[in-house]
């Protein structure tokens, strides 16, 4: 697995947090960059590299936050409804998170204030 790129990992409860900047001048760009980005952190939490630098992070649901500012927010809630929507009911991720002894459940939120 390559690099992972978090801005801050919270606890109580257990979120990992990405940040997005705008302005965006290539929108599509910057939203494929931050899907891989989110995929990058549901390995991290499933696969269990999340709970090997955070040993009380086992067997808890983490959040996947994104905070937005100053980007095109239309575009960043419709990007991000779609995933939040799809990306766990993949069947890989799926069946992976069932199985995974590192984490009890991922959500999603994303921020705009």
């Known amino acids: 697995m390559g690099e992972i790129t978090v801005d801050f990992v919270a606890k109580d409860p257990w ?4 940040v997005e900047e705008g302005p965006w001048h290539d929108v599509s760009l910057k939203l494929t960059k931050l899907q891989q980005r989110l ?4 390995d ?8 090997e630098q955070f040993p009380e992070s086992r067997g808890k649901p983490v959040t996947l936050r994104v905070d937005c500012y100053g980007v095109p927010r239309e575009e960043m809630e419709e990007f991000f409804g779609r995933f939040s929507s799809s990306a766990l009911q993949l069947p890989d991720y799926k069946a992976s998170l069932e199985a995974s002894p590192h984490v009890s459940g991922i ?3 994303i921020n705009f204030s």
């Open 15 to 18: 979120q990992m947090v990405l």
């Open 107 to 109: 959500q999603f939120a």
């Open 39 to 42: 995929y990058s952190c549901l």
């Open 44 to 51: 991290a939490a499933i696969d269990g590299q999340l709970a």
